[in-house]
């Protein structure tokens, strides 16, 4: 009986000992271990002092990314608003995005867009009574691409820039209809207009229990005074588009 029962403490340790291991095993794989983290991190230092030390980096604890087993530091200045990047590492290999965030303006067009998008957001609601309205705006879709060079790092925001720019508007509104959608788009537009705002397309998505979501409005069909027939024309298209002018029409459940 003895004998017995220090068998199965035997086997009781053992499996106690082969869970701690599965336990650390998964936990490795998902969010790293302290060794590695700190081999990461003496990495990245090391790549900072060697490339960019001139710009007076702070970095952040290494965050583990377990889809491709690889460590991520995140790094910025205190000096400038737009510098901010991240270095990836793994296995002794080590690379980081400077040149794309930094160097090619990502950052700083992320952030005149968040800005621009914060501006739009409050006039509607101020402006509008829109309180909850979820809007943003975009700049021409090649932009990342071919960035120009009036495009600087840490600029101001400025909504004068000479940049296509489209917003989308996501409001509440009770009774949707085409002509509330018509009078929406145009209130928007005038209050936009006389706060300097300059769009060359509307998207509107409103409504609560039924849902319009209107695509590709110009501001020139916005101007010239039949937008409603316009919007009714489009509907009848049943999808197509009509003068560039999509409408989707949903019941939320």
């Known amino acids: 009986m003895m004998k017995n029962n220090k068998i199965l403490k035997g086997i009781a340790g053992a499996v106690a000992i082969i869970l701690i291991i599965a336990i650390l ?28 030390s001139f710009l007076n980096l702070e ?7 377990f889809k491709n087993s690889e460590y991520i530091i995140n790094v910025y200045s205190n000096s400038s608003i737009d510098t901010h990047f991240s270095i990836y590492y793994r296995g002794g290999d080590i690379h980081d995005d400077y040149e794309t965030m930094v160097l090619d303006k990502f950052n700083t067009i992320s952030r005149l867009t968040k800005e621009y998008s914060n501006l739009v957001t409050s006039l509607l609601a101020d402006e ?22 009036y495009i600087e790092l840490d600029m101001e925001f400025d909504r004068n820039l000479p940049i296509s720019v489209t917003v989308s508007m996501d409001i509440e509104a009770q009774d949707p209809s085409l002509e509330k959608m018509a009078n929406i788009l145009q209130d928007a537009h005038k209050v936009f207009q006389e706060n300097g705002c300059i769009f060359e397309k509307y998207d509107l998505m409103a409504g609560n229990d039924t849902i319009y979501n209107i695509h590709g409005v110009k501001t020139s069909q916005i101007e010239d005074g039949n937008l409603l027939e316009m919007f009714q024309q489009s509907l009848e298209s049943k999808g197509d588009e009509f003068e560039g002018v999509i409408i989707f029409i949903r019941e939320e459940k």
């Open 25 to 52: 095993v998964v936990t490795n794989a998902f969010v790293g271990n302290p060794i590695s983290a700190a081999r990461a991190r003496h990495a990245a230092k090391k790549h900072i002092e060697e490339r960019y």
């Open 59 to 65: 970095a952040e604890k290494p965050v583990y990314n």
């Open 128 to 149: 509008l009574g829109y309180k909850n309205n979820r809007s943003y705006v975009n700049y021409q879709d090649d932009i990342y691409e071919n960035t120009p060079e």
